[in-house]
């Protein structure tokens, strides 16, 4: 008696998490079906001029000793947030980047030489929330 209890009690758990499963595949193919509309070309020249205006920013702290790149193009996050960089020189020592550019390394952009792209680790929580309050500080909000 005991093993058919144990034995239903086991098949209802598969079958929950099976149904849970799927269900959860469902969301996921649902969401993807789901496309975003494209840019219009007014929306795309306003994202070049942005673009072009960013690496100009970036190119000056750079320049001003305030922008250290890990990425081939180098990362908007920090800039934006704090109008410098220090993932670069960051990474060199072995520390944590910011999201971006853990996301960059993942991604296959890296700009230093013998970086496995695998030990690029992004930073603890606590510093990506002060970086993200940052950033929204910038755009005026938050305090």
Same mark, same amino acid.
């Given at each position: 008696?005991?093993? *058919? %209890?144990? !034995?239903? +009690? =086991?098949? %209802?758990?598969? @079958?929950? !998490? *099976?149904a849970t499963l799927m269900h959860l595949t469902e969301i996921t193919l649902n969401a993807a079906e789901q496309e975003m509309p494209?840019? *219009?070309?007014?929306?795309? $020249? *306003?994202?070049?001029? @942005?673009?072009? $205006?960013?690496?100009?920013?970036k190119s000056g702290l750079a320049?001003? !000793?305030?922008?250290?790149y890990c990425l081939t193009e180098g990362c908007d996050f920090c800039a934006l947030a704090g109008a410098m960089c220090p993932c670069g020189l960051k990474l060199s020592a072995g520390e944590p980047v910011c999201g971006e550019c853990k996301m960059g390394w993942q991604a296959g952009q890296g700009a230093l030489g013998g970086v496995n792209p695998d030990d690029v680790e992004s930073?603890?929580?606590? =510093?990506?929330?002060? +970086? +993200?309050? =940052?950033r929204n500080i $910038?755009? !005026?909000g938050g305090q």
């Open positions: 008696m005991k093993k *058919t %209890v144990a !034995g239903l +009690m =086991m098949a %209802v758990f598969i @079958l929950a !998490g *099976t494209m840019p *219009t070309a007014d929306e795309r $020249q *306003t994202l070049r001029t @942005l673009h072009a $205006q960013l690496a100009e920013f320049e001003a !000793g305030k922008y250290s930073l603890p929580d606590p =510093m990506a929330k002060m +970086m +993200m309050d =940052m $910038q755009k !005026g």
